[in-house]
């Protein structure tokens, strides 16, 4: 009889990603950490749900911004299925 063995988890991840950012357009938000964090989050969301993951499932990225996880309301939640 062969003996076979299955593991489950299922939990967030968090990443920090320093980001500088300069503009000379004059136009605010592309100095924003909010407003280009939310763009660099869109590509990650978009990178993340090309790649095929035996095993993985991907529910929902939930940005942040310059806030801690769970310190306040997030910005945005990308929800891999409609959002992308």
């Known amino acids: 009889m062969e003996n076979s063995h299955f593991e489950a988890s299922a939990g967030s991840i968090y990443l920090e990603i320093p980001i500088m950012l300069s503009a000379e357009s004059g136009q605010s938000k592309h100095a924003d950490l909010n407003e280009q964090g939310l763009f660099l ?44």
């Open 41 to 84: 989050a869109y590509s990650v969301a978009k990178y993340l749900s090309s790649i095929e993951s035996e095993g993985t499932a991907l529910s929902e990225l939930t940005f942040w911004g310059t806030h801690l996880p769970g310190t306040s309301e997030p910005i945005r939640k990308i929800d891999f299925s409609k959002d992308l």
